[in-house]
């Protein structure tokens, strides 16, 4: 029994936990960690990182160390003894080599200054990620609160349906109201529960939009739903131009696009480099071993007789032969060892018009660049004008909406009143009662479309995505 109560309460504490409310700045913090298109720009960044560090190392020497190990058969020149082989030969070489580009147009200088805009400019472009993503959340999350704000304005009409159709049942029965009465009720009925359905599906659909943007599972999440700011009037700060010259200074948009503009700057000197001289400077150290090298290793020494004297006497002589054996490899490894240092001119003069192209594509890519920055210009320009309009179009949307929704609360009590009496028949009343309801929905749209664009203009000020 004691542990069929610990699984209880463990589900309990699992369950509240799954079902914990997320706010919009919970939102954008997990957002900003677990999001698939922010990690990817991320790591899109790490790529120009590497780059960099890669050119910055491409600007010193080179070593290398190499070996090899081999046997020849067959007629061939020693390389260290200078003699001619038929056996099988045993050869080592050892060698150490260094490069180094002293000049080459600034080459060198030019990527590296290069590479660095290509990280800022990948930098900015994953702060761009982040605020995309940021502004997708803030619209999903307003999405799922309008939703929720709809749900309950739809269960509300099914109320007050439900309770006029048991009022009608009565007075279809009394003999005051005919029956096609109760029949357009239930109509009635049945539409608002399908309306409630599908409302309940947009409630759904906008909570796995916004668990997509989180990387979340979108079982059992919920938002919280925070004080909305008043709708009464657009800030008196909110002038178009103002918030352009704010956002052209604040928003990584810009400025990963004015990076581009240097990194096609620094492509150009690259290309134009390709004319200058370079200069390079080698160095290398190098020995081996020859299976056919042989020393000394001792004499031999022999008394043979060479002749005869004029009394018949035999002379001897004294032979000394030497004998050989292989040099060990230690005294062929440092015999043999040899040093060289080099410098290498290399001066362009023709190489099929190449040097020519690639100056001219850095040219193209320059213009490109710099016309792409004046487009990323316009079009956030545009961005804010339009949510500038747009925020204005629904403030007034939702002041005269507002104004419908209150004159048609007082028209729908008094069709309600009539109705009970039998002063009115039930078309009219559904008429009234649908009038209320397309002007509530209309009223809730309004309202969060003018959060959003006034979120938007906010963030383009430099202000935090805060409700």
Not at 4 to 31: H, K, N, T
Not at 84 to 95: E, P
Not at 127 to 147: C, G, R
Request: aromatic share 10%; with cysteine.
């Amino acid at each position: 029994m004691r542990q069929f109560w610990i699984i209880c309460f463990v589900l309990i504490g699992l369950q509240s936990q799954a079902q914990q409310s997320w706010s919009l700045q919970q939102c954008i913090d997990y957002a900003m960690k677990n999001n698939l298109q922010v990690r990817i720009a991320f790591l899109n960044n790490e790529l120009n990182k590497i780059n960099l560090q890669q050119s910055k190392a491409n600007a010193l020497p080179n070593l290398n160390i190499g070996g090899s190990n081999s046997y020849n058969f067959g007629k061939t020149i020693d390389r260290y003894t200078n003699q001619f082989a038929n056996t099988r030969v045993q050869s080592i070489n050892l060698g150490l080599q260094s490069q180094w580009n002293l000049f080459h147009g600034l080459q060198n200088y030019h990527t590296i200054k290069q590479n660095e805009m290509n990280f800022l400019s990948g930098k900015y472009d994953a702060e761009k990620a982040k605020n995309d993503v940021s502004l997708n959340i803030v619209n999903a999350f307003l999405q799922i609160v309008m939703s929720q704000e709809l749900i309950s304005i739809a269960q509300n009409q099914i109320n007050t349906s439900q309770a006029l159709l048991h009022q009608t049942k009565k007075m279809v029965e009394a003999g005051s109201l005919p029956k096609f009465n109760q029949y357009d009720v239930e109509s009635q009925l049945a539409n608002e529960e399908l309306n409630l359905v599908n409302v309940q599906n947009q409630h759904q659909i906008a909570r796995v939009n916004l668990a997509l943007l989180l990387n979340v599972e979108p079982n059992n999440f919920s938002v919280s739903v925070p004080p909305l700011p008043n709708l009464d009037s657009l800030p008196p700060n909110y002038d178009v131009g103002k918030i352009y010259q704010e956002a052209l200074n604040n928003q990584p948009v810009i400025l990963a696009a004015e990076y581009r503009v240097k990194s096609a700057e620094r492509g150009l000197k690259i290309a134009k480099s390709n004319i200058s001289p370079s200069i390079n400077f080698s160095g290398s150290l190098g020995t081996g071993y020859s299976g056919l090298a042989q020393q000394i290793d001792h004499y031999d020494s022999i008394v043979r007789s060479v002749g005869y004297t004029a009394l018949g006497d035999k002379v001897y002589s004294l032979f000394v032969n030497p004998v050989y054996a292989k040099t060990p490899y230690a005294k062929q490894f440092s015999d043999n060892l040899n040093r060289s240092l080099g410098i290498n001119i290399s001066i362009p003069l023709f190489n099929g018009l190449q040097t020519h192209a690639g100056i001219s594509r850095a040219k193209i890519s320059l213009e490109t660049s710099r016309l792409q920055l004046v487009q990323t210009k316009l079009d956030l320009q545009n961005i804010i004008v339009q949510a500038y309009n747009d925020a204005t179009g629904s403030l007034k949307k939702y002041k005269a909406t507002e104004k419908s929704v209150k004159s048609l609360q007082e028209s729908f009590k008094y069709a309600e009143q009539r109705y009970k009496v039998g002063a009115t028949n039930s078309v009219d009343y559904t008429t009234q009662k649908n009038n209320l309801t397309n002007a509530q929905a209309q009223l809730l749209q309004a309202k969060y479309e003018y959060i959003f664009k006034v979120k938007i203009l906010d963030f383009y000020m430099g202000k935090p995505l805060v409700l």
